[in-house]
C-alpha cells in the first residue's frame, strides 16, 4: 500500500488538451528517509507496496515490516513554475523536503505555484488548438528496473464531480494503485482547469513499505525474466495454452481462410434475429435484403469510410488494430491518418523504434506534438529525430517540443534547415543543461506564425533576427525568457516588424520599461498583453495610454505585480478598453476603491479581474462587485502574519 | 554600572508585564558532519536582544522588534546575519519588522541553496533583495543589513555591510577587525529599500552591491560580535572589549550567552540612561546636535567564538553532556522559575543542531538580567523533561 500526498495541493491530476494548463512536474525521492530512524545507510530505499494480483514472486522478497515515509528529494523536471529559474520564491524545488508552512493557509513564497489556473488561458486569443485530440490521464510511477512508467491514480470522475475548495491549508492523498515494483521516482500531472485562482505545493510524502535491498538482486532476476521481450512475456502470463496437433496451422489457416466468414455471418444472423424479435410485431416477414446486408461486416466498408472511422481512434487503438489483420493494417497505416500526431499523451512510451516506425506511416506529416518525450530517461536519441525530422520535416507546419530533454544543437540546426514551412514552433521549457543551445539556424524559418520560447533561454541577436524574418507573426510568448533579452530592443523590432501580432506573453521577462510599452502601441491588432512583473518603473507616465489608445481590441490585459500603476492609469483602461475581457492588477499598490468601480462599469464585457493584494478593498466589496456586475475577482485574504 | 541595576530591575518589571512567549534563543550548536578528519572551524554562537518598546511588537522567533536575525549552516559553512527595519515606516502604516525579518529570513534559505557561494556574502544580500521584488504581496520599507559567513574550507570569515549595523572581531583582548559604519549623512545609514509607489524619488535605496565587504582569517578563541546600531550606539567601544575579551576561547554556550546577554543589557540600560554620553550623542555633538543620553532602539546580540573541532567522537560528547550544563548553569545563581521548553530538532540535516526557546511568562520573581541562564540543548532521542526548577 503507498500513498502520496502533496500537501496544499489541489485535487485534479488529470492531463488536459491544453498545453497551457498541463503542468507536470517529476519529483525523484532518493534514498534519504526522515521519518525513521533507519539501520541501513547508503543504499536507496525502494518503496514497495504489497501486491495483489499474479505476480506474488515479489512479496516474497518485500519486507512489509514498517512502513516508510519520504519527502521529495529533488525535482529532476517540471514543465511550469510561477518564479523565475534564479529565484527561490514560487518555485518547484520548493517542493522538496518537509512542509515548510503547512498546516498555514495564504501565500507563501516558500511553496511551488505554477503559471496558470482555472480556464483563462484558454479563453484567451491565444489559446491552442490541439492536435490529435486524445485524453490520458494519470500519475505514473517511474518502476526503476524496467524503466517503465505506470499509473497510479487518476482522477475519473474530474469534470463530474462537484468542486469543493475549502479555505485552509489541504492535504491531497489519492488512493493509489498498489504496484509490485519499487519506485523512487514519480510524476505529478496537474489539471489546472477547475481551480479557482493558483494552488500552491508545499511539499510532497511518498509512504510505503521498506524494501529490503538485501533481495533486490532475486527481484532483479526476476525482472530481468520477465523483460525478455513484451510477447513472450504476455505469452508466459497468458493461461491459454493451444491443444497442438499435428498441422494445427493448416487447420487455422483453413478456419480464417472459410470459416471466419461463416462464424461472422451466423453472428450477423444472430444479431438480425434479435433485432427481428424486437420488431417482430411491425414486420412479420423479414425480406431476403435485410439479410443480405447484414452479411456486410467491416471488412467489405469502402477504404475511405474505414478511413475515416479510423481517424477517431487514438494513437494506442490505431497500433492495436492493425494487428487485427492485414486489411486492417493498410488502413491504419494509411498516412492520411498520421498526418497529425500528439505524441504526448504517450510520452512514456516514446522510443527511438515508435520514431522509426511512425516515420514509415506518416509520409504527409503535418503537425507533431512531441512535448515531454523523452524527459526523464533518454528513450529517444537525438541521432533519431534528427533522422526523423529530415524525413518527414519539410511538410510539418505545427512543431510542439516542449519540455523535451533529447534535443542538442544539431536537432535545432536540423529543424531549422529542413522545416522551413513551420507556422508553429514551440519551444517551451527547452532549456538543456547546456544552457547555450545553438538555435542559430531557427532564423532560416520565414513563415511562422505563433513562436512560443516560454522559459527557453534564447539569445537576444537570434530572437530580434527571427521577428525580423517572420512578418506574419500573430502570436508570440517569451514569459520567463531568458535574462540576458532586452525586452525594449525586442518591443522595437516587434513594432516594426511585426505588426499583425494578436497576442504577446512576456510575463516576469524583465527590462521591459514604459519606453516599450509605447513603442508596442504601433501594433494597432493586439488583443491579448501580458506584461505581468515587467515595467518596473517608478511610473509609467502616458506610455500606458498610448498604448491604449492605440490597441483598442484589447481582450486580455494583464499588468500583475506592475507597482507604478496609478490612478489616472487604471482610469486609462476604464475609458479606452471596451472589449476587455480578463484584467489582473494584483498586487497594485494605492489604487482608490473608485477607480476598481469604474472600470467595472465601463469594461461591460469583463470576466475576470484580479484584485490580489490590492489595498483599499475589503472583503465586502469584492463580494458586491462579483455579485452586481457578473465579474470573477480574485481576491485573496491572506492573513497579516505572513512570517 | 548603578545604572544597569535600575534599569534591570526596569526590565525584569516588563518583562512580567509583557506576554513574550520568550524573549532569548539559545545556542544552536552545530556540529559540520562531513566526512574527514581534519580539523574543521565552527563558531559557537548565542543571540540575545530586546525590542525597543514590548508593548508594540509581538514575540516571533528571529526578530525583536524591528531587528531580525538568523544564524544557519551547512556542512560547508556557518552564516549569520542582522538586519535592522528602519522604523520611519511606520507612518506609512508598513510594518518596518517585516522587510527585515524577509530579507533574513530569505538569505537562511538561499544558503541551503545548491549554488551558495560562501566567499560571496554580497550575493547573498543582493539575491535576497531580489527575491523580495518577486513577492506577490508587495512587501515595503527599508532595512540595514550585515552577514557574516565562516567558509570552514579556509578557516576565513566573510562579510557584506550595508548601512550601520556591524561587528567587531576580538584577538587577544584587543579590537581586531571592526566593520565600518555607511551613513549617506548622521543617523541615515546606507539601506535596502522598496518604497511604496509614487515616493521613489523621497526614499534613499542603496545597492546591495554598494555593501562592504571584508574578509580575513579567523583563528580558534577569537570572539566575534555581531549586532545592530543600537549595540554600538549605545556601549562604548572600551566596555565592549572588556565584555568580549572575557569569553575569548571559550568552549561553554553557556559564558557566552551570558557575556551576550549582559552585552544587551547594558545596551538597554545604557539605552535609557538620559545623562550618560554615549557614542550615538557623541557622534551627534561632531555633527552639531548637541544631545546627551543613549539612543533607543531595539538590540540584537550575536556573539561567536570560533573553535574548531577534529571530527570523531565530537557527537556524542556534546549530546551527553546537555544534563550537567543545564544544572552547572542554574545553580550558581539560585533563580527559582519555571521555564516551558520547546525543543525544535532540525532533521533536514544530519547534524546536530537545537534550538531551545524558553519562555518565561510563568516567571515570577524579579532577577538580575545579566544572570538569565539561557543555554539548554540536548539531543532529542534523550530530551527530558521540559520543566527545571531550581531553588533559593
Known amino acids: 500500500m503507498s500513498q502520496s500526498s502533496a500537501t496544499n495541493s489541489e485535487d485534479g491530476s488529470k492531463r488536459t488538451n491544453n498545453e497551457s494548463v498541463a503542468v507536470d512536474s517529476v519529483i525523484d525521492f532518493k534514498g534519504k528517509h526522515f521519518g525513521l530512524e533507519s539501520t541501513s545507510e547508503d543504499s536507496d530505499d525502494y518503496l514497495v507496496s504489497g501486491s495483489e494480483g499474479t505476480m506474488i514472486d515479489v512479496e516474497r522478497f518485500c519486507h512489509a515490516d514498517y512502513r516508510i515515509e519520504q519527502y521529495a528529494h529533488s525535482v529532476l523536471d517540471f514543465s511550469s513554475q510561477y518564479g523565475i529559474d534564479l529565484s527561490i520564491s514560487y518555485t518547484a524545488p520548493n517542493i522538496t523536503g518537509r512542509p515548510s508552512k503547512y498546516p498555514e493557509y495564504g501565500d507563501f513564497p516558500q511553496t511551488f505555484a505554477m503559471r496558470t489556473y482555472g480556464a483563462w488561458w484558454d479563453r484567451a486569443p491565444s489559446r491552442l488548438k490541439e492536435i490529435q485530440p486524445q485524453n490520458v490521464s494519470e500519475i505514473p510511477a517511474e518502476d526503476f528496473i524496467a524503466k517503465t512508467w505506470i499509473c497510479l491514480w487518476e482522477d475519473k470522475e474530474f469534470y463530474t464531480k462537484p468542486l469543493y475548495i475549502p479555505s485552509r491549508a489541504r492535504r491531497f492523498t489519492p488512493p493509489l494503485k498498489r504496484i509490485q515494483l519499487p519506485t523512487k521516482t514519480i510524476r505529478l500531472e496537474f489539471n489546472h482547469q477547475r481551480l479557482h485562482y493558483y494552488t500552491e505545493i ?37 493461461k491459454f495454452r493451444p491443444i497442438c496437433r499435428d498441422n494445427y496451422q493448416n487447420r487455422l489457416q483453413h478456419f480464417l481462410m472459410h470459416d471466419l466468414d461463416k462464424f461472422i455471418s451466423v453472428l450477423s444472423d444472430v444479431q438480425i434475429q434479435s433485432i427481428q424479435h424486437q420488431q417482430q410485431q411491425q414486420v412479420q416477414s423479414p425480406s431476403t435484403d435485410e439479410i443480405k446486408i447484414s452479411k456486410i461486416g467491416l471488412k467489405n466498408m469502402p477504404f475511405e469510410i474505414m478511413l475515416k472511422i479510423f481517424s477517431y481512434l487514438d494513437l494506442k487503438s490505431l497500433f492495436r488494430v492493425g494487428a487485427v489483420s492485414r486489411f486492417l493494417y493498410d488502413v491504419s497505416t494509411h498516412p492520411l491518418l498520421y498526418s497529425e500526431l500528439n505524441l504526448k499523451p504517450y510520452w512514456h512510451l516514446a522510443s527511438t523504434e515508435l520514431l522509426s516506425t511512425l516515420a514509415k506511416r506518416a509520409t ?41 530533454k533529447f534535443l542538442n544543437a544539431s536537432c535545432i540546426d536540423t529543424l531549422g534547415i529542413v522545416c522551413d514551412n513551420l507556422k508553429e514552433l514551440s519551444l517551451r521549457n527547452c532549456s538543456p543543461s547546456p544552457p547555450l543551445l545553438n538555435f542559430s539556424c531557427l532564423a532560416n524559418l520565414k513563415n511562422l506564425e505563433r513562436l512560443d520560447l516560454f522559459q527557453t533561454v534564447i539569445e537576444s541577436d537570434l530572437l530580434l533576427t527571427m521577428l525580423e524574418n517572420n512578418p506574419k507573426l500573430k502570436h508570440l510568448n517569451l514569459a520567463f525568457c531568458s535574462v540576458a533579452v532586452n525586452m525594449d530592443d525586442v518591443a522595437q523590432h516587434i513594432a516594426k516588424y511585426n505588426k499583425q501580432l494578436i497576442s504577446l ?24 498583453i501580458d506584461f505581468g512583473w515587467c515595467l518596473r518603473e517608478a511610473s509609467l507616465g502616458d506610455s500606458l495610454r498610448e498604448f491604449l489608445t492605440q490597441c483598442t481590441k484589447l481582450k486580455k490585459l494583464f499588468l500583475a505585480a506592475v507597482r507604478g500603476l496609478t490612478d489616472r492609469d ?41 484584485l490580489c493584494f490590492c489595498d483599499n478593498i475589503m472583503d465586502y466589496d ?10 470573477d475577482i480574485k481576491s485573496c485574504q491572506v492573513p497579516n502574519d505572513f512570517r | 554600572m548603578h545604572s544597569l541595576g535600575r534599569s534591570s530591575k526596569l526590565i525584569s518589571r516588563r518583562l512580567l508585564c509583557s506576554r513574550f512567549s520568550a524573549l532569548l534563543e539559545a545556542a544552536t550548536h552545530v556540529i559540520s558532519n562531513s566526512a574527514g578528519h581534519r580539523s574543521r572551524p565552527y563558531f559557537i554562537s548565542v543571540v540575545c536582544g530586546f525590542p525597543k518598546d514590548f508593548q508594540t511588537s509581538n514575540y516571533k522567533p528571529g526578530k525583536y522588534g524591528e531587528d531580525s536575525w538568523f544564524k544557519t549552516s551547512t556542512p560547508n559553512a556557518d552564516v549569520l546575519g542582522v538586519a535592522d527595519g528602519v522604523g520611519g515606516w511606520r507612518i506609512y502604516g508598513v510594518d518596518p519588522g517585516e522587510f527585515s525579518s524577509f530579507l533574513m529570513k530569505t538569505c537562511e534559505r538561499l544558503v541551503h541553496c545548491v549554488d551558495f557561494n560562501p566567499q560571496r556574502p554580497v550575493n547573498l544580500l543582493s539575491f535576497s533583495y531580489c527575491e523580495l521584488l518577486e513577492q506577490e504581496k508587495p512587501i515595503i520599507g527599508s532595512s540595514t543589513a550585515c552577514v557574516l559567513v565562516l567558509d570552514r574550507e579556509n578557516s576565513t570569515v566573510y562579510t557584506a555591510n550595508l548601512g550601520d549595523s556591524g561587528f567587531v572581531v576580538v584577538r587577544k583582548g584587543r579590537i581586531f577587525h571592526k566593520s565600518e559604519e555607511q551613513q549617506h549623512c548622521f543617523n541615515t545609514p546606507f539601506q535596502l529599500s522598496l518604497p511604496p509607489p509614487g515616493c521613489h524619488h523621497r526614499v534613499l535605496s542603496d545597492s546591495p552591491h554598494s555593501a562592504n565587504t571584508l574578509s580575513f582569517p579567523v583563528l580558534v578563541g577569537d570572539v566575534i560580535l555581531l549586532a545592530t546600531d543600537g549595540v554600538f550606539d549605545n556601549i562604548p567601544e572600551t566596555l565592549l572589549v572588556e565584555t568580549l575579551k572575557e569569553v575569548e576561547g571559550v ?22 540612561d538620559k545623562d550618560f554620553m554615549s557614542p550615538f550623542a557623541i557622534n551627534a555633538r561632531r555633527n552639531n546636535i548637541y544631545t546627551t543620553g543613549g539612543k533607543p532602539d531595539d538590540i540584537t546580540v550575536f556573539s561567536l567564538v570560533g573553535q574548531s573541532i577534529s571530527e570523531g567522537a565530537v557527537g556524542s560528547c556534546k549530546a551527553s553532556s546537555g544534563i550537567k550544563r543545564v544544572l552547572r548553569a542554574f545553580d550558581p545563581h539560585n533563580l527559582l522559575f519555571e521555564q516551558d521548553f520547546q525543543y525544535y530538532g532540525d532533521t533536514k540535516r544530519q547534524s546536530f543542531n537545537y534550538t531551545v526557546y ?22 532529542r532521542d534523550n530530551a527530558y523533561e521540559a520543566k527545571i526548577m531550581t531553588k533559593t
Open chain 1, 505 to 528: 506573453d512576456m510575463w516576469k521577462a524583465h527590462f521591459l520599461s514604459a519606453q516599450g510599452l509605447l513603442v508596442l502601441s504601433n501594433c494597432h491588432n493586439l488583443e491579448e
Open chain 1, 622 to 631: 469584492v463580494a458586491l462587485w462579483s455579485r452586481t456586475f457578473k465579474v
Open chain 1, 570 to 610: 487604471l482610469e486609462y483602461i476604464a475609458n479606452l478598453c471596451p472589449n476587455l475581457e480578463q484584467l489582473d492588477l494584483m498586487g497594485v499598490l494605492g489604487i482608490s476603491k473608485e477607480r476598481y468601480i469604474d472600470i467595472l462599469q465601463k469594461c461591460a464585457k469583463l470576466q475576470l479581474l484580479d
Open chain 1, 364 to 404: 504527409i506529416l503535418k503537425k507533431l506534438d512531441m512535448s515531454w518525450c523523452g524527459c526523464t530517461v533518454q528513450t529517444i536519441s537525438p541521432t533519431e529525430f534528427k533522422k526523423f525530422i529530415q524525413q518527414r520535416g519539410d511538410s510539418l507546419t505545427h512543431l510542439r517540443l516542449n519540455s523535451t
Open chain 2, 358 to 379: 524558553i519562555s518565561l511568562a510563568n516567571m515570577n520573581h524579579n532577577l538580575d538580567v545579566s544572570f538569565i541562564p539561557c543555554l539548554y540543548y540536548k539531543h
Open chain 2, 251 to 272: 568552549t561553554d554556550p553557556v559564558k557566552l550567552q551570558m557575556a551576550a546577554n549582559s552585552l544587551a543589557a547594558i545596551a538597554r540600560a545604557l539605552s535609557f
Open chain 1, 202 to 238: 508545499d511539499a510532497v510524502l511518498l509512504s510505503g513499505k521498506k524494501f529490503n535491498t538485501r533481495n533486490m538482486q532475486h527481484l532483479l532476476d526476476y525482472y530481468e525474466r520477465q523483460r525478455k521481450g513484451s510477447i513472450l512475456c504476455k505469452l508466459q502470463n497468458m
